[in-house]
Each structure stands twice: as C-alpha cells, then as structure tokens.
C-alpha cells in the first residue's frame, strides 16, 4: 500500500547562525534574579512593550493589521450613499418615499 500514501512534505526550519537563545534565556532570567535582589532598579511599567502582544498571537488579526484593516468595497459605498439620501430626503419633506 506505499504506492497510494502522500508523503507530507518536511517543515521549514531556519536557524540563524549567529542567534544563541539559549544564552538569550540565560541571560533573561541573570538580570530578573538581579533586579530580585535588589542590584538593579526596578523595571518600569511601559504600554509601549505590551501593545500589539495580542494581535501577534492570532493570524488572522496579524493578516488583518498588515494589510491595513477593513476596507469598505464600492458597491457597499454606493448603497450607504443612497440610503442616506433617501433617509435625508425624508427627513427634510417629513414623510417617507
């Protein structure tokens, strides 16, 4: 039966060549222990470090925010104009249609 299975194909991997993460870690929790002791001043709250945390968890929202939000279509446009016309027309002659 080998000849009807589809292999899948093997996942892309990059590694950089001069990236350590395990030195980044490393070093990550040296400077949380000194701050824990008190040789370094405390970190500051910043909005700036947590914002856009959430939208790079999805895909879609991170898509979405790529390629600049939601787009109104032209024929979407179009109706929204006529049906505030029609709904000013009616405002200003104080009867519908």
Excluded: C, W
């Amino acid at each position: 039966m080998g000849m009807f299975t589809v292999r899948e194909p093997r996942r892309f991997e990059h590694k950089y060549i001069y990236y350590d993460e395990r030195k980044e870690k490393l070093a990550k929790i040296e400077q949380n222990a000194k701050r824990e002791l008190g040789m370094l001043p405390e970190e500051e709250f910043n909005p700036e470090r947590i914002r856009g945390k959430f939208l790079e968890g999805t895909t879609h929202l991170k898509r979405r925010k790529e390629n600049g939000g939601p787009r109104l279509s032209f024929p979407v446009a179009i109706v929204l104009i006529v049906l505030l016309s029609v709904l000013m027309f009616s405002i200003l002659n104080g009867k519908l249609f």
